[in-house]
């Protein structure tokens, strides 16, 4: 039990630094980074490897929540497995409803006030209604208005919620899947070669024919397929007596290396196989080795900004179009500014909003649904 609490508090401070690096990426057109730009290219300021960590843990930690639950099921047939399931479904679809609905419905409402304030038409309103349907039934992140350019990404200020769309998918599907199969092994081995055929055959076939997709579904599946099969293999005692001091030394070289690694290459297919086994092993290593990942000074920041890594990264690029928008326009006084001064201020008070509106919705939305969706009947 130790050990699981451990592992868990590792796989916090991992959250928070793909949070803190997803945050660099989406701040990366918000001033003052404009102004390193000469001492530090542009693309090392990025960090969309993120998302891959936070698949890969869903992966992880989704699945070894279902594992010994799915495998006390009776049933020889999926269709008696599946009738036994009816209850252990429910209130797992309940947990992920409540766990994940809440804080998106907050942002939506939030991008809604920013929209209704910040432009001069409806136009964006057909688009900003049908979020919702698209996020719960997982096909926001292929919405054709939302998705067609980086630009309406940021401007729209839901653009960190396409991962939910995905995610809702495996949600889904994946406790289906589990059931379909016989045992742990089978299902083991499910997870192991269908994380390698989608991250050795169908992404560079897809990728070869019609080009890297980036928010496509199965651009990801791979770090949530292979972070699903190092649930089924871990046990408390797994990694008990490697060394931490080496376990450090190698996941914070996989920590630099999903953060820099696909900033430096091209955008082919081939190229990013590495961010999603880093990924994978990342999580795998903090879910394995306790205090893998508690480095000192910053590793209380990782996990206090990993508890609070939902609301955190929900909000983000909505607080960024809001203060965008009013220290642009009314409410602050950048004529007795230089540039540089007001862009400064600009991101200061951005960061200052985000932390304290993270904390606003972590304590008074997420934290008490979610344990209102975990306890309830």
């Not at 795998?284 to 306790?290: Q, R």
């Not at 609301?311 to 009314?330: D, L, P, R």
């Not at 960061?351 to 972590?362: A, D, K, N, R, S």
């Given at each position: 039990m130790e050990n699981h609490k451990n592992m868990l508090e590792d796989i916090e401070r991992l959250r928070g630094f793909a949070c803190l690096i997803v945050l660099i990426h989406h701040i990366a057109w918000i001033c003052p980074i404009k102004y390193i730009y000469n001492i530090v290219p542009f693309r090392l300021l990025l960090g969309e490897g993120g998302v891959f960590i936070f698949f890969a843990i869903s992966g992880f930690v989704v699945t070894l929540s279902l594992r010994d639950k799915i495998s006390a099921l009776l049933g020889d047939v999926f269709l008696e497995r599946f009738n036994n399931a009816k209850s252990l479904l429910y209130s797992f679809f309940k947990r992920r409803f409540f766990r994940i609905v809440p804080v998106m419905l907050f942002t939506v409402a939030l991008t809604g006030v920013y929209l209704f304030i910040s432009e001069t038409n409806l136009d964006w309103l057909r688009a900003w209604t049908r979020s919702v349907p698209e996020l719960i039934f997982g096909v926001f992140h292929s919405s054709e208005e939302l998705y067609q350019s980086v630009d309406k990404i940021h401007n729209n200020g839901m653009g960190p919620l396409w991962t939910l769309a995905m995610e809702a998918q495996f949600y889904m599907l994946w406790p289906l899947i589990l059931l379909l199969c016989k045992d742990n092994n089978a299902r083991a081995i499910t997870s192991l070669l269908s994380g390698c055929l989608f991250l050795f055959v169908i992404q560079p076939v897809i990728a070869a024919f019609v080009g890297v997709k980036y928010y496509a579904t199965y651009a990801h599946l791979p770090c949530l397929l292979l972070g699903s099969f190092f649930a089924f293999i871990y046990t408390e005692d797994i990694g008990k007596n490697f060394n931490k001091y080496v376990a450090q030394i190698i996941t914070a070289l996989l920590a630099?290396?999903?953060?820099?690694?696909?900033?430096?290459?091209?955008?082919?297919?081939?190229?990013?196989?590495?961010?999603?086994?880093?990924?994978?092993?990342?999580?795998?290593?903090?879910?394995?080795?306790?205090?893998?990942?508690?480095?000192?000074?910053?590793?209380?920041?990782?996990?206090?900004?990993?508890?609070?890594?939902?609301?955190?990264?929900?909000?983000?690029?909505?607080?960024?179009?809001?203060?965008?928008?009013?220290?642009?326009?009314?409410?602050?006084?950048?004529?007795?500014?230089?540039?540089?001064?007001?862009?400064?201020?600009?991101?200061?008070?951005?960061?200052?909003?985000?932390?304290?509106?993270?904390?606003?919705?972590?304590?008074?939305?997420?934290?008490?649904?979610?344990?209102?969706?975990?306890?309830?009947?």
């Open positions: 630099l290396t999903v953060w820099y690694y696909p900033n430096t290459i091209e955008r082919t297919y081939f190229c990013r196989i590495p961010l999603h086994l880093a990924s994978v092993f990342l999580v795998m290593l903090c879910a394995f080795v306790k205090d893998s990942f508690n480095f000192p000074i910053i590793g209380r920041f990782f996990k206090f900004l990993g508890t609070r890594s939902y609301s955190f990264y929900a909000i983000q690029t909505a607080v960024a179009c809001f203060i965008i928008f009013y220290t642009n326009s009314i409410y602050f006084p950048k004529e007795s500014f230089s540039e540089y001064e007001f862009y400064v201020y600009q991101f200061i008070i951005f960061i200052v909003v985000l932390f304290t509106l993270t904390e606003f919705v972590y304590r008074f939305i997420e934290k008490p649904l979610r344990e209102f969706g975990r306890h309830s009947k």
